[in-house]
């Protein structure tokens, strides 16, 4: 019953996010229900649109620019000017119908892969309308609630597969068996390999052929205080990974002929400032 409250409090959510978009262009301006519409300053890096929110002392996406719209991959930082991305889209103010009367929001995403950061915390792909259902998201946020959240908006919006940690799909493994869309345990995990690590260790997720080579991160991760070496095979830090040589290990498979499920961790290196 909760989770059917949840769902419906979310429809009408994007009801009215949807009004706010075809009265007004949301990705550039806060509007009032009433049709007043503020303007806001945001920066950029390029592909993404951010609002700095002073009060949590983060930043927001609140848009694509004309480059990102076009990206084939979106890939969503978990850092910006020095602190952390941790909302998708943006609610400025506590008045009017529903207690929102500001939407700011990604829009449309044309992109076959998105992906989100480890740090995200409020918003996910309920503000998102893809365009392709063969989109495929991924989710390095282990929090059950995020994780359960994102990949209920991801079914409504059909996109075409969502990848989460092996933790994440066994944390929330009862409730991925309610929905239609296909939730994979991504095979490539990174780590932040450090005591006290957020998000229980995880950094980034991705899925790449088996027995094949795989990518560094898009971006670094980030520790106050330390400089990141790279990425290694084994969280002593004894062996890097080579990107250009070395490989995932080669398929084994079940007595069904189905390949087995490996999950492959790269654990980052640090040196003290």
Not at 117 to 132: D, M, Q, R, T, V
Not at 150 to 174: H, P, Q, S
Not at 259 to 266: D, R
Request: glycine share 8%; with cysteine; net charge negative.
């Amino acid at each position: 019953m909760k989770h059917i409250y949840k769902k419906a409090i979310r429809i009408l959510m994007i009801v009215l996010l949807c009004f706010n978009t075809a009265m007004l262009s949301a990705c550039v301006r806060g509007c009032h229900m009433n049709g007043l519409c503020i303007e806001r300053y945001f920066e950029t890096d390029g592909i993404f649109k951010f609002y700095y929110d002073k009060e949590e002392n983060d930043y927001a996406v609140v848009g694509l620019t004309e480059v990102g719209e076009k990206e084939s991959e979106l890939v969503v930082p978990a850092y910006f000017n020095g602190k952390h991305v941790e909302q998708m889209g943006y609610v400025e103010t506590k008045i009017g119908l529903m207690g929102a009367t500001h939407f700011f929001h990604l829009g449309r995403i044309n992109s076959f892969k998105i992906y989100f950061p480890f740090n995200i915390k409020y918003g996910y792909a309920h503000l998102l309308f893809f365009e392709s259902t063969a989109c495929k998201v991924f989710f390095v946020n282990i929090n059950d609630e995020n994780l359960k959240d994102g990949i209920n908006d991801c079914d409504c919006f059909k996109a075409g597969e969502v990848y989460v940690a092996e933790r994440g799909y066994d944390l929330i493994i009862d409730y991925i068996k309610t929905l239609k869309i296909k939730v994979n345990k991504a095979n490539t995990v990174y780590k932040f390999n450090y005591e006290g690590e957020p998000n229980e260790g995880y950094f980034f997720i991705n899925e790449f052929e088996t027995g094949g080579k795989i990518e560094n991160t898009p971006y670094e991760p980030q520790r106050e205080g330390y400089e990141f070496t790279g990425w290694y095979k084994e969280p002593e830090c004894e062996n890097k990974w080579d990107f250009e040589k070395d490989t995932l290990p080669a398929a084994e498979y079940d007595e069904d002929g189905a390949i087995k499920f490996k999950e492959t961790a790269l654990y980052a290196g640090w040196n003290k400032k």
